[in-house]
């Protein structure tokens, strides 16, 4: 199955819609699209206190949200970014100086996330984390983070008892003019809270002072941040691109080139590379050569390692290059991949990240991992290597999809006509719907907020309840509180005994809730051989993927810390991760099944317990790996946030629940022979929220409620 997708033109700005200001300084041979001007009016202009453009991928989001600081300076108009991951982060930075050097801007870029804190801390012997956070943006007036630091700063936890509720959350609202969220809608429903939650806060410490404007930027804005934002009090915009498949190029631009998607019979791109190296990955790039160039684009690490190492000798046999770019991946290598001929990699790439291909084959989760995915398909009309430029000729995608999903979009579905025919050609927001509508929908767990979101917004409050400024802040907390709980639907007076209860009894459930992305309890130190540099060998990983896929030998901990002291690496940072184990990496393995051991009598626990989260003690891994023994005790000493679910396999669950296919649940079996699914975690806290109002039989002979 097969069709042709049709070119995507982007409408251009009015010469009389375009700023005097603006146009003043666009770059020669620079055009904006309308998105872009009516973005750059609403963060200037107008009393828009949220602004969110959602243009197709790859129309210039990223520059609308840039205009401001471009036109005036980073002095007048100070700008923090934050995205989702640090490979963004480190791609934005690369543009983001080639942009300023053309349009000749006074804009100091500089970016924070938790190494940069890290080395300030030890290089300039700072005690406080917040005063070396304080120190980097006093620095920089165009600041490029993460969402995770600005949850920790609004949420007050780098403050001390004696500090005030605002020591660095005044600073920090006070000199930025806009706050952007970059590709938000990859967030769920806590991060969701989080960050409204941290507006509120910051408009509420600012007063009129000094107007705030908070840029999200995503094509496709999350359905219950839409809701939530309607309820919150702050006045919203959306702002939309406009589209067609051509236009003459005094009013509409070219952003995403013609393609053919291929809809392949397997799910998997493991079994796909196997079945059709020979007859269509490789024939493409040495027909086309060396105008090719391509990426594969998977669900796991592991499934990404294990076609890299297949690809790679066999591709190299012909003079072309694969690399990898995963998670796992260092960021010297990640950096290279974008130069090779194939790139194999994972989520790290198909969020945001701009690189040049014409030859796309991948896997998805989901309707939005499907269509970011191929957006990076079409994005340019070639590619530049060793000062010469290569054209592109065509562009060419393999989707691979479950067979029922093939089917409803081929076939139909409940006696309705297809959404697509073989071989026709189709605009691509026509194809974009037909994706969104043959995907179950999933569970954006919008009762979240009412069961554990909730305590964030109380432990804002909280800080600013503390003896000493209690007085003085009586006004914010009640004008805060009632924000929050129209905001969220919640009550916050009637949640305070929960909160102290578990911050005296259940901190590791608090902890987990406060926390931004949630916590890792599986993590393992390893040395990675794979690399080249030495000080790129020492990282961090998750242990259940670790033991799963991957040939390990076992080292002591004084065994990897002194290899890591003479590498040079931050023996800190690994220490703070705390991990179970550490292992040198020796290639991927056939995937090995596992299985969580609890050291309990499950079959006298009543109903009660089962499908809600506790905190347990006892577990250990039923698995076959170096060191396990050593591990296991480790982890059994530990008490971990989880959720049993008896008498359910974890795929079962992810049914009858609608749950996303990566939500990380496991197997698991008790000491009395009681077996089922377990959640660890943040996962456990959103698998309880959302058993509280989808019910299910999950042990103890009755149904929860």
């Known amino acids: 199955m097969w069709i042709r997708l049709l070119p995507v033109f982007s409408r251009l700005a009015e010469e009389k819609d375009i700023p005097p200001e603006l146009s003043a300084r666009l770059p020669q041979g620079w055009r904006l699209s309308g998105h872009q001007v009516e973005t750059y009016r609403a963060l200037t202009e107008g009393d ?57 801007a006074h804009v100091l870029p500089s970016m924070l996330n938790s190494a940069e804190l890290d080395s300030i801390m ?77 507006l509120l806060f910051i408009q509420e410490i600012s007063g009129e002072v000094r107007p705030h404007k908070f840029l999200f930027l995503s094509a496709t804005p999350n359905r219950l941040m839409r809701e939530y934002l309607e309820r919150s009090g702050l006045r919203v915009k959306f702002i939309e691109g406009e589209y067609a498949t051509g236009g003459d190029s005094a009013h509409w631009r070219k952003i995403l080139n013609p393609a053919e998607i291929h809809f392949a019979a397997s799910s998997r791109a493991e079994e796909w590379v196997e ?22 684009i998977v669900n796991s690490v592991a499934s990404a390692l294990r076609i890299y190492e297949k690809l790679q000798p066999v591709f190299a046999e012909h003079g072309l290059r694969v690399e990898p770019n995963t998670g796992l991946t260092s960021r010297t290598r990640r950096r290279i991949s974008y130069e090779a001929d194939l790139l194999i990699g994972t989520s790290t790439v198909d969020v945001g990240v701009d690189f040049q291909i014409n030859f796309l084959v991948f896997e998805s989760r989901d309707a939005g991992s499907f269509l970011q995915r191929l957006g990076r398909l079409g994005r ?33 579905q409940e006696g309705a006509s297809p959404l697509l025919e073989e071989g026709a050609e189709i605009e691509r927001q026509q194809f974009n719907e037909a994706i969104r509508a043959v995907f179950p929908p999933l569970t954006e767990f919008e009762h979240y907020a009412q069961t554990w979101g909730k305590f964030q917004s109380l432990k804002i409050l909280c800080g600013l309840a503390r003896k000493t400024v209690r007085e003085q802040y009586c006004q914010s907390r009640e004008n805060l509180q009632k924000r929050y709980e129209a905001t969220f639907g919640i009550h916050l007076s009637s949640a305070i005994p929960h909160y102290k209860e578990l911050a005296e009894k259940e901190k590791p459930l608090l902890e987990e809730a406060l926390s931004f992305r949630g916590g890792n309890p599986f993590i393992c130190g390893v040395i990675d051989t794979a690399e080249e540099k030495e000080e790129d060998r020492f990282k961090i990983m998750d242990l259940l993927q670790a033991i799963a896929n991957h040939a390990l030998s076992y080292l002591s901990e004084e065994e990897f810390y002194e290899a890591a002291r003479q ?40 109903a009660e317990n089962y499908g809600k989260v506790l905190t347990l003690k006892g577990f250990s891994l039923d698995a076959n790996f ?15 946030p989880a959720l049993l679910c008896a008498g359910l396999h974890p795929l079962e669950m992810k049914r009858r629940l609608s749950l996303p296919l990566l939500f990380p649940l496991y197997e698991f079996i008790s000491r009395d022979g009681v077996s089922g699914t377990v959640a660890f975690g943040r996962t456990a806290l959103m698998l309880d929220a959302r058993l509280r109002y989808f019910p299910i039989k999950c042990g103890g002979g009755a149904v929860i409620a």
């Open 122 to 198: 030890v290089e300039e012997d700072y005690r406080r984390r917040g005063e070396a956070l304080m120190r980097i943006l006093r620095n920089g007036d165009f600041i490029l983070s993460n969402p995770d630091i600005f949850h920790y700063v609004m949420h007050q936890f780098y403050t001390y008892p004696e500090d005030a509720p605002e020591r660095y959350a005044a600073p920090l609202a006070q000199k930025f003019r806009q706050l952007t969220f970059d590709e938000f809608h990859i967030f769920d429903a806590p991060q969701i809270v989080s960050v409204l939650n941290a």
């Open 380 to 412: 340019h009309d070639g590619y530049r290597r060793d000062g010469q430029v290569y054209a592109f000729h065509d562009y060419v995608a393999y989707a691979l999809l479950p067979d029922w999903i093939t089917a409803r979009l081929f076939k139909g």
């Open 626 to 640: 170096p060191g396990a023994n050593e591990i296991n005790t480790r982890l059994a000493r530990r008490t971990l």
């Open 275 to 296: 079945a059709h190296l020979d007859d269509v990955l490789l024939p493409f790039f040495l027909e086309r050569r060396p105008h090719a160039k391509g990426a594969i």
């Open 567 to 606: 590498a040079g690496a931050n023996l800190q940072f690994f220490k703070k991760q705390k991990p179970l184990g550490f292992f040198q990496l020796h290639g991927t393995r056939e995937y090995q099944k596992f299985r969580f051991w609890l050291d309990k009598d499950l079959s006298y626990w009543g």
């Open 48 to 104: 828009a206190e949220v602004i969110f453009n959602t243009a197709m991928t790859g129309d210039g989001k990223s520059l609308a949200g840039q205009l401001p600081a471009l036109i005036r300076g980073g002095m007048e108009y100070p700008v923090l970014v934050m995205y989702p991951t640090n490979e963004l982060v480190e791609d934005q930075r690369v543009h983001l100086d080639q942009t300023i050097a053309e349009w000749g």
